[in-house]
């Protein structure tokens, strides 16, 4: 009940006009970066992150969060009507999406890709209500050892669970962790991998490092690819949304199975794109007629699009609860929430229980109305689609330009976001992951801390990450995913040996 009474109190800071109407801007712009191939949910909170500088923490928020729903939403406009992922998560959607508009059920497939995005959402955004209190009650039993602890699991599972390959997630988390360390020790004083540069004693500024990193490669990569486009028209009707809602309840079990694996994908770093592909993967295992999939059917629309949406909301679970972003996106959430002076983790539950609860009040009412907003706008953000990018493309680079500069007022942002920019372009292009780049850039610094701190009080005695059951239990886990591949190939051949007898007359 308590989490009832919190949740009515957040719904009061959010219901206000300024908040309101920041809302809706957000969802407008979210779809529009969602819409335009390359951007998206990532790049698109990066980029527009700067525009709330100004504004007080909440308000920027739930802004930021809104462009995040929205961007989800809108990735689905271009898998189904053009055939083009909008996010890579989206992939898994143009299997049955683009068939079903081809075959001139464009309004139907989007309806049931929106719908499930907002099943999915909901059910995550209902997980972090009623967990991240606990979770982080729990937490603030936390001292030094049990938070490197924590980053060290995080780090160790973006290793072992991560779908890339282990050596790109290591050299692309290395790299962040490295530049975490430019500028100005905060234990002793000393300045470090600075080569001289004034510019450097304040270290790499993490948001500049993203709008290079997601919106200039992704520029660069879009101007490579000269996307043209042409896709199915498409308006949602009354008579469309009735048909497609009725037949819910026969895709209930696909909905709340594709929920729970996108919410667990989430809150693990196993990602949207894997929950995605897992829920399609497993409602066509289950299906009568798995051979009906890939040729234009409903339920291969509902299965990825819930768990990938599941999965980018419940990422905001750890971040909120431990200060331990679930994913790319959420790391650069906070980023910003470290900009306007918030520390996420479990003393922002009590030092600032409005803007949390704030927060998660949006994440209601963001979705219920970025819901409505696609539903009858689809028309109007696909045409967006046809504008030539060579129109739309100098317009991102000039805000991003922009947003890099307004940061700390200082020119050599801009230099160091457009090397940013061709370092994300050459990490794509031979397959460097970004999401444990930005992971480590974001934490590196505040592992280190808490590495250092619990060195210090120990004595540099290493035997303090085991000395009680919950952080010896957390570290010990932390080892058990590093090395998760290995184990389970050892556990697997272990149990084809292990056959049981054969019964013989």
Not at 106 to 115: D, N, R, S, V
Request: proline residues 5%; hydrophobic residues 55%; contains cysteine.
């Amino acid at each position: 009940m308590e989490a009832f009474a919190l949740l009515l109190q957040g719904f009061g800071v959010l219901l206000t006009w300024k908040t309101l109407a920041l809302m809706m801007v957000g969802l407008v712009l979210g779809i529009f970066v969602g819409v335009l191939p390359g951007l998206g949910g990532p790049n698109g909170v990066a980029i527009l992150l700067p525009l709330t500088f100004t504004m007080d923490p909440t308000s920027a928020i739930v802004m930021l969060s809104c462009i995040y729903w929205g961007a989800l939403f809108g990735g689905a406009i271009t898998s189904i009507l053009f055939n083009i992922p909008g996010e890579a998560w989206s992939v898994a959607t143009t299997f049955d999406g683009y068939p079903m508009a081809q075959q001139g059920k464009a309004a139907e497939a989007l309806t049931a890709a929106f719908t499930s995005s907002f099943i999915g959402s909901l059910f995550a955004v209902l997980l972090i209500t009623f967990l991240a209190p606990g979770i982080a009650s729990f937490a603030l039993r936390f001292g030094p050892p049990e938070f490197f602890a924590v980053y060290l699991l995080t780090f160790c599972s973006f290793v072992g669970l991560g779908r890339e390959a282990k050596h790109k997630t290591i050299i692309s988390m290395a790299l962040g962790l490295l530049l975490a360390g430019v500028g100005m020790d905060t234990v002793s004083g000393q300045l470090r991998m600075t080569f001289g540069f004034s510019d450097l004693l304040r270290g790499i500024n993490f948001l500049v490092a993203v709008i290079g990193l997601f919106g200039i490669s992704e520029i660069l990569l879009t101007m490579e690819e000269r996307l043209a486009l042409r896709g199915h028209a498409a308006r949602i009707s009354l008579r469309v949304l009735w048909n497609v809602w009725k037949d819910l309840p026969r895709y209930w079990v696909t909905l709340l199975r594709s929920s729970v694996i996108g919410a667990w994908l989430g809150i693990t770093p196993g990602g949207a794109i894997a929950a995605s592909f897992m829920g399609y993967n497993l409602a066509k295992r289950f299906a009568k007629d798995p051979e009906s999939f890939g040729k234009g059917r409903i339920e291969g629309v509902f299965a990825p699009e819930t768990a990938a949406h599941a999965s980018g909301t419940a990422a905001l679970l750890p971040m909120l609860a431990l200060g331990i972003p679930g994913s790319g996106t959420a790391a650069i959430l906070l980023g910003g929430l470290m900009v306007w002076g918030l520390n996420p983790g479990p003393l922002l539950f009590v030092e600032h229980k409005d803007f949390v609860w704030g927060l998660i009040a949006s994440m209601y009412l963001g979705n219920i109305v970025g819901l409505a907003m696609v539903l009858t706008t689809v028309p109007v953000f696909a045409a967006v689609l046809r504008v030539p990018f060579a129109a739309i493309a100098p317009m991102i680079v000039v805000s991003c330009a922009i947003g890099a500069y307004a940061i700390q007022n200082a020119m050599f942002d801009i230099w160091l976001m457009l090397l940013f920019g061709v370092v994300g372009y050459v990490f794509k292009k031979i397959g460097i992951p970004l999401a444990p780049f930005t992971l480590a850039l974001v934490l590196g610094s505040r592992a280190e801390d808490a590495f250092r701190l619990a060195m210090i009080g120990a004595g540099g005695d290493l035997r303090v990450f085991w000395s009680n059951p919950l952080v010896g239990s957390i570290t010990t886990l932390a080892i058990v995913l590093l090395f998760w591949s290995p184990i389970s190939r050892y556990v697997g051949r272990l149990g084809g040996l292990v056959q049981p007898a054969k019964r013989t007359s």
